[in-house]
């Protein structure tokens, strides 16, 4: 494993019985990256996004993170990782605050540090005044917005977030993307599946586009758009192309009929 690498896949497959979900999927992610995952649905995201940590293992393959191998250490990649997945389980009878709290207690985080960064998230993405109502009281957002304090709390070196983005306001996703940049600046990883091309467009330094379980393109804007031979796209268009869904057209005349 190299140095500069926060995360390294080598070949690493996983089915479910005889859904073949992540085929052979060979990834290095540097430190400091803004990566992007996407895909249409089904394609394996989640599913890779949950071996980084350990929550779903391999059949095949490597899974380095941040220097441990996820299957032999997972706990040692834990303490370094914060981690939003895509339907972020609260406890739904905890106040925000009751819940931050207890995560930030599982992370062994000094009282007084624990309690200042809560406040200051809590600040910064307007939960303020809230804090004190219980979760299941909260929108979507409000509980994606604690989904992610969790993650950012214990001041991880690399952040995993599934459609971490996609309940949030505009106000709110901009200060998250926002955040993310200035993490990278101080050398923490991200990597992020996302629906919305957009904010991958606007926030990843590298882009990963899978399908059916392979990472069936990567790179950086101009990287994707040469490979897709459309030199002026955006990533909407490169995501069709390759995807091989630019005749959506014909599928909804189909569903019109
Ligand atoms: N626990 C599971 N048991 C059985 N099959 C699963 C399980 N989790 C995922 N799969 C299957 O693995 C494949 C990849 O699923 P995954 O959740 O990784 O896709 P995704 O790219 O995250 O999709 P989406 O964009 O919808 O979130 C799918 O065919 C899915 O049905
Ligand atoms: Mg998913």
Redesign the pocket.
Known sequence: MSEISAVELQKVV?R??E?L??DQVDLTIKKGEIFG?L????????????MLIGL?LQDSGSVNVLGVDVQKDPVAVKQQVGYVP?SPRLYEFLTGIEYLDFIGDIYGMQAEEKKSRISEYLKALQLEGREGDMINGYSDGMKQKIALISAFLHKPRLLIL??PLSALDPRSARIVKDFLHQLKNQGVTTIM?T?VLEIAQAVCDRIGI?YK?KILALGNMKELREMAKLPDSGLEDIFLKLTGTDDIKAVVEELAK
């Open positions: 996983k479910y019985n859904i979900a992540v995952l895909g249409p649905n089904g394609s394996g995201k989640s599913t890779t996004l949950k779903v895509e599934d459609e599946s629906h899978m379980g």
